[in-house]
């Protein structure tokens, strides 16, 4: 059983280096809704042509400044649609680590199983809890990627607004508070599986 523990503990591992992809994936992404909204923002006020002041008397320019604008921000959406590829693909290597772990556990088990997950050796976590923890990591995981593929779904749709700043503000603002995966309760998983050897 102490050897299924070990198991379990490389795999908590191979969770703890998806978790800092995750992290450099959600600086990315604020700062990518921020490029996004900032041009939002703006489109309005291209569109005015008071605002060109002298430069109205340039042939075109109202046209050029817009199609720019509109490429940049079909870039950055872009940009933004590989980064939820990339959260998806941290999913999607959660989700193999909670199967690959269910079959860790069907591989050692026998008619005494149910008395195996919850058997104690010391100060080491059950299988039980370790099984528990990593398939409470995978959901809150995948909850906030979808949470954050309906955010980002929105923009396009919000480009098209004649005033979104409002809704742009609440939606990067939800971005920001995001993950909502809390830092104490995944250090509590972190505890339950490394025990004595978290520091």
């Not at 990627?145 to 979104?164: E, F, M, N, Q, R």
């Amino acid at each position: 059983m102490e050897s299924i523990v070990n198991k379990y503990r490389q795999k908590f591992r191979r969770v703890k280096g998806e978790m800092c992809r995750w992290e450099e994936l959600q600086s990315r992404l604020i700062s990518q809704f921020g490029n996004a909204s900032s041009i939002i923002q703006r489109l309005q006020i291209i569109q005015d042509g008071k605002n060109y002041g002298a430069l109205k008397c340039v042939e075109g320019i109202e046209d050029a400044v817009l199609a720019r604008q509109m490429e940049s921000l079909q870039h950055i959406l872009i940009s933004m649609g590989q980064t939820m590829e990339e959260f998806r693909l941290v999913v999607s290597s959660l989700q193999k680590i909670v199967r690959d772990s269910r079959q860790l556990v069907g591989a050692s088990s026998s008619k005494s199983n149910s008395k195996q997950l919850k058997q104690r050796v010391g100060v080491k976590p059950t299988l039980s809890e370790c099984l528990d923890g990593l398939r409470l990591l995978e959901e809150m995981h995948q909850a906030e990627y979808h949470l954050k593929l309906s955010v980002i779904s929105a923009l396009p749709d919000l480009a098209l607004k004649p005033s979104a700043t409002g809704d742009l503000g609440a939606l990067q603002q939800l971005l920001i508070d995001q993950p909502n995966i809390p830092q104490e309760e995944v250090q509590f998983v972190y505890g339950i599986i490394f025990a004595e050897e978290i520091s």
